[in-house]
């Protein structure tokens, strides 16, 4: 009964108004974070862009949520952890998908030398400005990772003050502030948030939960006391509690999803040293701009960060990341250059290990605009080291990037393109170590990927809509074998799929947005398995997300999501034969937004109808994902 009042007093609170909704329309959007501009029409590469506006309107929790709804981007909490999300496309599976993707925040690099989750929770909602994707390229300008996607966040510079609040089920509590300040010679900015939660899933026979909280907080400044100087410096911070609730069995999930599981994980004073993760992270960075002149500019930017993660009563990691990046850009109105060398020096250390990876790369990329066709080619050389400073063990690799691109512009509002990329992945650090013993458990080669894409782009004022098909020739694929407890390399494997977008504004008074991905995931070849032939565990074919938006007047807003993932084998199914799949995902959303000048009134509730959620791993072995439904209300003021 609560539930159900909770649904009809949002549905009525916004269809009580009758006012006339503004004016919409949609125009192509720049794509700004690849250094090489151009907008989204006449881009060489299959992109979404999603910007300020879009990332308000969700009301999101975190960036996951928003990626996950809104995008061709596949989110699932790490084990229950949603904080640091695994992410996928392109048919890269649960497991490892999110290795195949670099993530940039103001040009900085979030992905992790192990295979943790790039940290994207460190970033407020409220401080975001743009999120674009790039899928299937940019490798020449992201380097080594850039295999499925690159997706690009930049946070705003601007006027805006504002502050945010909301609470919701099970205890959820968050408030964010974003304070700015921008003019001829000085842009700078102040975010934080903080968020906790009671927890959902029982952990224990005594009834705890698997609560958590996490808080951040960002400075940035931009300095030009001239024409030709601009000066940078950035400051973050995050920390993370998180305790995890364990496994269960396909009869404990249908039962009740939210009960304890197949462990007790006996939480006495505190959680055991298995569930209860304290990790916090601190980032200083740096640059310098100089302006030759209005075509040329040259490019300066160190990065620090500094991590450390422990599990309670268990070994503590931390991590030391340093790394630079010096280019130069070449901008005419036809003509774009950029060359340059970035650099990367991480560790990884506890009482037990002492691992280092190292890369350094130089590249270079063009754009040529000539009358209806845009021009795109780059290339990237980089040497990657691994050490072992607590033994012998040593590996260094020198691989190649390759991007080419062309694009046609059929007329004004619609143009093809064609790119064919070659990319790779270095395997994380902690996959070459044996998961029981911990020592050196053997070389993974780096994965090397061929991508070959085919788009077609229609952006009208009432329509926006891309389509894409592509087709990945890998070899060495990276993947944990969980009969042999070991990372390893698929010989050779493919993948192949369709991309569907469309934004189309039925009337001023409705609007709909279609993300669908088709996608299939093959293992060719595996020497000393029967896995030739079978599909890649963890991997959807079918991923679709709509949006459907009423706006009964230009103050409110009425939004209904639906998403939903068919069902894949279970991750470690890579003979395609447990009795178990993973279920498919459905879940329903929807959100009302009352906003005027400076204030705004928002509610949501998530997974609508109670769908149970979860991620199969092997039989038996499920951790359940959004497998209730949860509300949210609150504000956001604004000066």
Do not use: C
């Amino acid at each position: 009964m609560k539930n159900t009042t909770i649904k009809l007093s949002l549905l009525s609170a916004v269809l009580l108004s009758q006012l006339h909704a503004a004016e919409i329309t949609l125009k192509p959007l720049e794509v700004t974070s690849t250094a090489i501009q151009t907008d989204e029409l006449k881009s060489t590469d299959a992109v979404e862009i999603y910007t300020q506006e879009d990332i308000e309107k969700a009301h999101v929790q975190n960036v996951y949520e928003f990626l996950n709804q809104q995008t061709s981007i596949v989110a699932s909490p790490n084990y229950g952890n949603p904080f640091t999300q695994k992410l996928d496309v392109h048919g890269y599976g649960s497991s490892n998908g999110n290795q195949n993707i670099v993530i940039n925040i103001n040009g900085r690099r979030m992905n992790n030398i192990d295979s943790s989750p790039q940290l994207l929770s460190s970033i407020s909602p409220s401080s975001i400005e743009k999120i674009e994707i790039i899928k299937a390229s940019g490798i020449v300008l992201a380097g080594d990772g850039a295999n499925a996607a690159v997706i690009n966040i930049t946070t705003k510079q601007s006027n805006d003050k504002d502050v945010s609040f909301y609470i919701g089920s099970y205890g959820l509590v968050d408030g964010a502030f974003y304070a700015g300040h921008k003019d001829e010679n000085l842009s700078i900015s102040v975010t934080g948030e903080a968020q906790k939660s009671d927890g959902i899933r029982t952990i224990d026979t005594n009834g705890n939960k698997d609560k958590n909280k996490f808080s951040t907080a960002t400075f940035n400044l931009a300095y030009t006391p001239n024409d030709t100087i601009e000066l940078r410096l950035g400051a973050s911070f995050a920390y993370m509690d998180v305790i995890y609730a364990g496994s269960m069995t396909e009869a404990q999930y249908k039962e009740n999803p939210k009960q304890q599981g197949t462990v007790d994980y006996g939480y006495g004073s505190q959680p055991s040293s298995s569930t209860y993760q304290k990790f916090d992270t601190q980032t200083v960075s740096t640059g310098i701009s100089y302006f030759v002149n209005n075509e040329i500019a040259l490019n300066a930017d160190v990065n620090y960060e500094k991590k450390s993660s422990e599990y309670v009563n268990s070994a503590v990691y931390d991590y030391d990341y340093l790394s630079f990046k010096v280019d130069s850009e070449y901008k005419t109105k036809n003509t774009s250059l950029i060359f340059g060398v970035d650099g990367f020096d991480g560790t990884i250390k506890s009482t037990s290990i002492d691992l280092e990876k190292k890369n350094f790369a130089a590249f270079l990329m063009t754009q040529f605009k000539l009358n209806d066709f845009t021009l795109k080619a780059g290339y990237r050389f980089e040497t990657i080291e691994f050490t072992n400073k607590n033994g012998s063990d040593h590996e260094k690799d020198n691989l190649n990037g390759v991007e080419t691109g062309i694009n046609y512009t059929l007329n004004k509002k619609s143009s093809l393109f064609l790119n064919y990329s070659h990319s790779y992945q270095y395997a994380s650090l902690d996959s070459l170590f044996s998961f029981f013993t911990g020592t050196y458990s053997g070389y993974v080669d780096p994965s090397q990927a061929n991508n070959y894409t085919l788009g077609y782009n229609n952006i009208q004022a009432t329509n926006k809509f891309k389509v894409s098909a592509y087709y990945i020739d890998l070899k060495d694929e990276i993947y944990y074998d969980a009969f042999t407890y070991k990372n390893t390399n698929i010989d050779k494997s493919h993948k192949y799929g369709v991309d569907i977008y469309d934004k189309y504004i039925i009337n001023q008074k409705f609007n709909i947005a279609f993300n669908y991905n088709y996608v299939q995931a093959i293992i060719d070849e595996e020497a000393g398995t029967s896995f030739a032939g079978k599909k890649l565990p963890g991997v959807s074919d079918h991923n679709a997300k709509a949006t459907f938006s009423y706006l009964p007047n230009e103050f409110a807003t009425l939004s209904l999501t639906q998403e939903y993932r068919s069902e894949a084998y279970a991750a470690n199914d890579f003979n395609n034969n447990f009795s178990q799949k993973q279920d498919a995902y459905y879940p329903t959303n929807i959100s009302a937004t009352y906003a005027k000048e400076n204030w705004e009134i928002f509610a949501k509730i998530n997974n609508l109808f109670n769908q149970a959620n979860g991620i199969w791993i092997k039989n038996d072995t499920i951790y359940p994902v959004n497998f209730t439904t949860t509300a949210l209300a609150g504000f956001k003021l604004k000066y």
